[in-house]
């Protein structure tokens, strides 16, 4: 059995000296989920999303229902 290894992204929009999250989109269809982390702390904890979840998440941000900050 392998395991896949996340392949860590981060938005191009991020460019804010580097408080960003990274994702890794590539475990959605394998594992079910989307890890994210803190990508100043790339070796710390990663929070697994299920991808539905962060599905809904993304849409979120997108329409505006999150708001802003």
Not at 6 to 33: D, F, K, Q
Request: net charge negative; charged share 15%.
């Amino acid at each position: 059995m392998t395991t896949e290894t996340p392949r860590w992204l981060t938005s191009s929009y991020s460019e804010n000296g580097g408080a960003c999250v990274e994702v890794a989109t590539n475990l959605a269809a394998s594992n079910g989920t989307v890890p994210l982390r803190d990508s100043k702390n790339p070796t710390g904890p990663a929070l697994n999303l299920p991808a539905n979840t962060f599905a809904t998440f993304v849409a979120g941000i997108k329409t505006g229902e999150l708001g802003t900050v």
